[in-house]
C-alpha cells in the first residue's frame, strides 16, 4: 500500500487560510486522494477527494500536483471549529473501494 | 437521519478474554469497514464486508474476525485479547460502488485489555 507523510503539526490564526502539504510520492494511478479529519472523541470527518484535478466544495480545496505525489489541503479562512488532525489517506478505486490508507496526520491548532 | 452508530462506547476486557464489537451504518448504505486506530496514530484499515461477505482484508491475524448481517449491521470480533489490541476500533459506512467515495465513520468503540 502506498504510504503519506505529514508534517506533525502546523499552526495558523483564526481567519488566516492554511495550506496542509501531503506526500505521497508511491501513489498509484487508480489511487484517489482524500481528506479526513478528526476531533477529539469523535471518528474522521470526511473533507474531500480527487484523483487528478483539483477539487472546491463548501469545506476546502484540494490542490493535487501534475505528478500526483502530492498535494495540498487549503482551509480558505480557518475557524476555531477547525482545529483537529487532519489526514490524507489514499483510497483505491475499482474492486479495493473503500480501504483507506492512513498515515500519521497533521495536528492543526488554530489561535483566536 | 442516524448516522454511523457503534456500541458500545467503552469496554474493558482481560488478556485472553473474546469481545464482539457492533456497528450500525448509514441509512441507505451496504458497506462495512472496520479500523483500529491506536493512540497518536493514524486509523489502520482491518476489513470491509458488503453483501454478508468479507471483501478485502488489511494486516491483522486471524483473531479478527467479522460478520455482516441483512439489514447491513457488522459485528467485530476479536479472540484470544492481547494487551497491544487496545485502540479504538472505527467502523466507516459507504454505498458500495457509488460514484461518492465519501466514507462515514462512526465515535468508535475504545477496547482496554488489561
Known amino acids: 500500500d502506498a504510504k503519506t507523510t505529514q508534517p506533525n503539526s502546523m499552526e495558523s490564526n483564526e481567519e488566516e487560510p492554511v495550506h496542509l502539504p501531503c506526500n505521497h510520492s508511491t501513489i498509484s494511478g487508480t489511487d484517489y486522494i482524500h481528506w479526513y479529519r478528526q476531533l477529539p472523541s469523535q471518528g474522521p470527518e470526511y473533507v474531500i477527494h480527487g484523483l487528478t484535478s483539483n477539487v472546491n466544495n463548501r469545506m476546502a480545496s484540494l490542490a493535487i500536483a501534475e505528478d500526483r505525489k502530492s498535494s495540498t489541503l487549503i482551509l480558505h479562512r480557518a475557524t476555531l471549529r477547525d482545529a483537529a488532525v487532519y489526514y490524507c489517506p489514499l483510497g483505491a478505486g475499482g474492486t479495493s473501494y473503500g480501504k483507506l490508507t492512513f498515515g500519521q496526520g497533521t495536528i492543526l491548532t488554530v489561535h483566536p | 437521519d442516524a448516522g454511523v452508530t457503534q456500541s458500545p462506547t467503552h469496554l474493558i476486557k482481560t488478556r485472553g478474554q473474546q469481545v464482539t464489537l457492533r456497528c450500525s451504518p448509514k441509512s441507505g448504505h451496504d458497506t462495512v469497514s472496520w479500523y483500529q486506530q491506536a493512540l497518536g496514530q493514524g486509523p489502520q484499515f482491518i476489513f470491509q464486508?458488503?453483501?454478508?461477505?468479507?471483501?478485502q482484508r488489511g494486516n491483522f491475524p486471524d483473531r479478527f474476525s467479522g460478520h455482516q448481517f441483512p439489514n447491513y449491521s457488522s459485528e467485530l470480533n476479536v479472540n484470544a485479547l492481547l494487551l497491544g489490541d487496545s485502540a479504538l476500533y472505527l467502523c466507516?459506512?459507504?454505498?458500495?460502488?457509488?460514484?461518492?467515495?465519501?466514507?462515514?465513520f462512526g465515535p468508535g468503540t475504545r477496547l482496554t485489555v488489561t
Open positions: 466507516a459506512s459507504s454505498f458500495y460502488g457509488g460514484i461518492d467515495y465519501e466514507q462515514y
Open positions: 464486508y458488503y453483501e454478508e461477505e468479507e471483501r
